[in-house]
């Protein structure tokens, strides 16, 4: 979790949860099953790209509207290990948190994205990387970094309760 | 002393005090709210192999979001919730007959002023109205709390409003609240408790300040709040709550804020909000004559039962215009049986209306699709493409009165026109 890294998709402002994956699909809580509508607003051809690219770009305001947490589901079943924006929306960025989906807030390196550049992501150490150029964000406080790196919640609660009953 | 309401609802929440602004800590929730994403949870809940609730009576479902069932799937989705409440014994499990989750658990009681609230709808942020801090999360953060109780919390920063004047004939909360919405920005309040002061606040029903408290989401914040009075008090002792059932939590005098925005709003008019985003704010007259093939007068932001009788005064003695479809989904069971009592629902059929059970009905999608090229009028919260049927229809957004003059008319109409 601690790096990730390749070629990215860069989409706009204010990308909405109803564009990320409609309310139709949430019927699912499958990551793949929901991959297949993830942007499905967008059409095919950004979907298509959508698969091949492990780090998603946004401008301000990623993932504004629903709490619904088949937004990060669904693009992490798509196979994003991150996204980089200028800004999320608040439930977003929580849903990224504790679905394991890394959430990069740095304006510099959204605005430096192009389609396909190569980017990568150190959590750890807070740098981003567009096409060579470094750029630092805030990483996430410890409390949440074990969250994370635990692949989100649900697994991070499962281990406290197995260490509880093992105690 | 200088605590935002944020600070001490979190305070309360927590056991620590003194906390600040960017500060992460433990929140124990008073109430975890899920609504039709219940199955989700309790799915979770499977797959972390425990049944040990840490509190089963701070659990509320409400399948809210897709009543009744429409597919065989969500009648499985809805029976396994039902047979899990009935099974772990938890008390407060709204059907699917009960209307939309906010404004069930608000009539009902289940809502105290500086509460802490989680629930699996953006629009949690609406129990503020009741001075309580109501925030969205997701599924796995309410099948979390289900076991630990508690959840991490960021002390948000607060953006204080205040907001005077009073309303012009025409203009209500909804607009009050497009033009904000409009003026601050879809992010305008990203992160942060949004406290709603000032006259023309204080002079609101609770309903008008459940319609400020819904929509102060759409700029983003993490829960939104308005001081108990009176009214407050009259409002929970009618849900049953005395004065000794809670604990009211005011902001300090000399609380800090990270932003201050003052208002007065005694020469708005009604206020639009165009397709395809919340922001896209105009006043009416820039939109006046743009046809609507649907009408929907619905959703926790104003469906309620000033928002059911204001549209069918207005509707009253007219019709539907030819063609277009006028859907009325009241809020909850309670409130379509007091829009009966005093008539409401009987003028709205009559002037042509389709009136459905309450719930969240066609603002999540469930019913009241549009084809290619279709325009909604709604009195909802959100107008993002695809949210009702064809990504390639538009949806705007406007009061319960603008929405009624509208489905007369057959185009979007001022209110205050229809009525001279």
Redo the contacts between chains.
């Keep these: 979790m601690a790096s990730v890294a390749g070629s990215c998709l860069v989409l706009g402002d204010n990308v909405d949860t109803d564009v990320i994956i409609p309310a139709r699909y949430l019927v699912s809580i499958d990551r793949e099953e929901l991959a297949g509508h993830a942007l499905e607003p967008l059409g095919p051809q950004v979907q298509a790209r959508l698969r091949q690219s492990p780090i998603v770009v946004g401008g301000s305001n990623f993932g504004c509207g629903s709490a619904r947490e088949q937004a990060t589901t669904c693009l992490l079943g798509a196979g994003v290990k991150a996204v980089v924006a200028k800004s999320f929306s608040r439930v977003f960025y929580r849903n990224s948190i504790n679905t394991g989906l890394l959430a990069v807030t740095s304006p510099e390196a959204a605005g430096a994205a192009r389609d396909g550049s190569l980017v990568e992501v150190d959590s750890a150490s807070g740098v981003v990387t567009v096409d060579g150029a470094a750029f630092s964000f805030i990483p996430y406080p410890p409390e949440l970094a074990k969250i994370v790196e635990a692949g989100g919640l649900i697994p991070y609660v499962a281990a406290q309760l197995r260490e509880e009953a093992s105690a | 002393m200088s605590q935002t309401f944020a600070q001490k609802a979190l305070a309360r929440a927590s056991g620590v005090s003194g906390i600040k602004p960017g500060q992460?800590v433990d929140a124990f929730p008073d109430v975890y709210m899920s609504h039709t994403?219940s199955w989700?949870c309790i799915?979770?809940l499977e797959?972390?192999?425990?049944e040990q609730l840490y509190d089963r009576d701070r659990i509320a479902m409400v399948m809210d979001h897709i009543s009744p069932a429409n597919?065989a799937?969500?009648a499985a989705?809805q029976r396994l919730c039902r047979e899990f409440a009935q099974r772990m014994e938890i008390k407060n499990f709204f059907d699917v007959d009960s209307g939309i989750a906010h404004v069930v658990l608000m009539e009902g009681g289940l809502i105290k002023p500086g509460q802490l609230i989680i629930?699996?709808?953006?629009h949690?942020t609406i129990y503020g109205a009741l001075g309580a801090f109501g925030t969205?999360?997701?599924?796995?953060?309410i099948?979390?709390a289900w076991?630990?109780g508690k959840l991490?919390m960021r002390v948000p920063e607060s953006l204080r409003l205040k907001i005077d004047g009073s309303f012009l004939p025409g203009t209500y909360a909804k607009d009050l609240m497009l033009y904000l919405i409009g003026k601050l920005g879809?992010?305008g309040a990203?992160?942060q408790s949004v406290e709603f002061h000032g006259d023309l606040v204080r002079s609101l029903s609770i309903s008008e300040r459940m319609t400020l408290t819904n929509l102060a989401m759409e700029m983003?914040?993490?829960n939104a709040f308005v001081p108990p009075d009176n009214k407050t008090r009259d409002y929970l002792a009618a849900a049953g709550l005395g004065e000794g059932d809670y604990e009211e939590l005011q902001p300090d005098a000399d609380a800090v804020y990270e932003r201050t925005v003052e208002l007065d709003l005694s020469t708005l008019s009604p206020q639009i909000a165009v397709p395809h985003?919340v922001?896209n704010v105009v006043p009416i007259s820039e939109v006046t004559g743009t046809k609507v093939d649907q009408v929907f007068i619905g959703s926790c932001a104003n469906a309620k039962l000033d928002d059911l009788l204001i549209a069918a005064d207005i509707l009253k003695g007219h019709k539907v215009a030819p063609g277009v479809r006028l859907i009325v989904t009241p809020a909850s069971r309670m409130i379509m049986a007091q829009a009966g009592h005093e008539g409401a629902l009987t003028t709205l059929l009559e002037a042509g209306a389709m009136v459905t059970n309450p719930g969240c009905g066609a603002c999540?999608?469930n019913g009241g699709a549009m084809a290619d090229g279709e325009v909604t009028l709604s009195t909802a919260n959100?107008n993002?493409?695809?949210?009702m049927g064809s990504?390639n229809a538009s949806i705007y957004l406007s009061s319960p009165a603008t929405a009624a003059a509208s489905a007369v008319a057959g185009v979007i109409t001022d209110p205050r026109e229809l009525a001279r």
Excluded: N, Q
């Design positions: 992460i994403a989700r799915k979770t797959s972390l192999g425990t597919t799937k969500t989705d629930g699996t709808d953006s949690s969205g999360v997701g599924y796995s953060e099948t979390a076991v630990t991490w879809a992010d990203t992160y983003g914040c993490k985003t922001e999540a999608g959100r993002f493409r695809g949210r990504y």
